[in-house]
């Protein structure tokens, strides 16, 4: 399991998952994972679509932590918009529309070396 650090405007289910109560969908709500990658070690995270219509951000960044959340943070990503369109994230911008998503879709971003 995950373990989430740097809680800000959501809280983990009982299977790990973050979950955002405000209703709006603003990149400010999100958290970290403890888990880091050293220099030169290869890694991936991973995200299962559970929920269409929502916008979602994740990826990888660099350190160090943010005190808060934003779509500039994010060096690697992918943003699923609210029209369920999967876009690439390359430092902080949503650079390229790749695909649409439904749920139970996988998608996942890497890192080598």
Same mark, same amino acid.
């Given at each position: 399991m995950i373990n989430w650090i740097n809680l800000d405007g959501v809280s983990i289910d009982t299977n790990g998952i973050l979950v955002n109560a405000h209703a709006d969908s603003s990149y400010a709500y999100g958290a970290e994972s403890q888990n880091i990658l050293k220099d030169n070690e290869d890694g991936w995270v991973s995200y299962e679509v559970n929920q269409t219509g #929502?916008?979602?951000l994740f990826g990888l #960044? #660099?350190?160090p932590y943010d005190a808060s959340f934003s779509a500039s943070s994010l060096g690697y990503g992918f #943003?699923?918009?609210y029209r369920n369109q999967l876009y690439r994230v390359k430092k902080g911008y949503s650079d390229l529309l790749i695909d649409t998503v439904a749920t139970g879709d996988f998608i996942k971003v890497g890192r080598t070396g």
């Open positions: #929502k916008t979602r #960044k #660099k350190l #943003k699923i918009n």
